[in-house]
């Protein structure tokens, strides 16, 4: 059987104290503009991935986000409500919406 390669992480924690320093001062200094150059197509392709998996999942047709206004106390007991029941406000509302249009 094969043995699992160690993490990251658990690499860096293997090192010892003087080590690791000198593994944070090289990040800790950044990049020198010098090294700079562009992304390779690879590179690019990983980094447009990245970006996609930004922001919120798109549901249905995806979201738009919208200004309303409601009396505060109302506000109050409907946050209360979707923290008790492990909901986004936006949940709730979405929720809400498609109960009053289905009857």
Same mark, same amino acid.
């Not at 047709?61 to 979707?82: C, H, M, N, Q, Y």
């Not at 929720?95 to 249009?101: F, P, T, V």
């Given at each position: ?41 690879? !590179? +690019?392709? &990983?980094?447009?991935? @990245?970006? $996609?998996?930004?922001? *919120? ?13 409601? !009396? +505060?106390? &109302?506000?109050?007991? @409907?946050? $209360?409500?979707?923290? *008790? ?19």
């Amino acid at each position: 059987m094969k043995k699992k390669s160690p993490s990251p992480i658990e690499e860096f924690l293997a090192l010892s104290d003087a080590e690791k320093e000198a593994e944070y001062e090289k990040y800790e200094k950044g990049i020198d503009p010098a090294e700079w150059r562009p992304l390779t197509p690879a !590179e +690019r392709k &990983l980094w447009a991935k @990245a970006k $996609r998996r930004m922001g *919120r999942p798109v549901v249905g047709a995806g979201a738009k986000p919208v200004s309303i206004t409601l !009396e +505060r106390g &109302l506000l109050k007991r @409907a946050d $209360r409500f979707a923290k *008790r029941h492990k909901l986004k406000r936006s949940q709730m509302i979405a929720k809400g919406l498609e109960l009053l249009m289905a009857g």
